[in-house]
């Protein structure tokens, strides 16, 4: 018996990978993925643009090394770089190149338009519903 919890679960995933399908589409113009847009997004938030990758992995729910994978094709194309941290040689460091800026500047407008485009058959207080009950889940 599928349980109305579980009818949830479906929903949402469901629902989470249409939508990351339809994102990572118009995504395609500016050649990365939603998942690698999520990491420029956090570097552009973190003070100086770096932060560990320890500390990225985390905020982009990614494991250490998944995200290790994740920066190898964005370093080799120019919108991360590596840096060393000048206190301990043992973590290392991920920088949002000035590449890496541009392109995030032009994917987050493609994102918000398309997060308007995917949430509009619903009303502001529909949004703001599901807003919170997804907050609730984490």
Do not use: C
Not at 50 to 62: K, T
């Amino acid at each position: 018996m599928i349980t109305p919890e579980m009818k949830t679960l479906l929903a949402l995933e469901s629902a989470h990978a249409s939508l990351l399908k339809q994102v990572d589409a118009a995504l395609s113009v500016h050649g990365i993925r939603f998942t690698e847009f999520l990491v420029l997004h956090q570097l552009s938030l973190a003070p100086k643009e770096v932060m560990r990758r320890v500390e990225l992995a985390d905020a982009v729910g990614l494991t250490a090394s998944g995200v290790t994978r994740l920066l190898l094709p964005l370093e080799k194309i120019g919108l991360v770089t590596k840096e060393a941290n000048p206190r301990d040689a043992r973590v290392s460091l991920v920088k949002l190149a000035p590449g890496g800026a541009s392109i995030y500047a032009d994917a987050l407008r493609t994102v918000q338009h398309s997060a308007e485009a995917l949430l509009q058959d619903l009303d502001p207080g529909q949004s703001e519903q599901l807003l919170n009950l997804l907050q609730a889940l984490r």
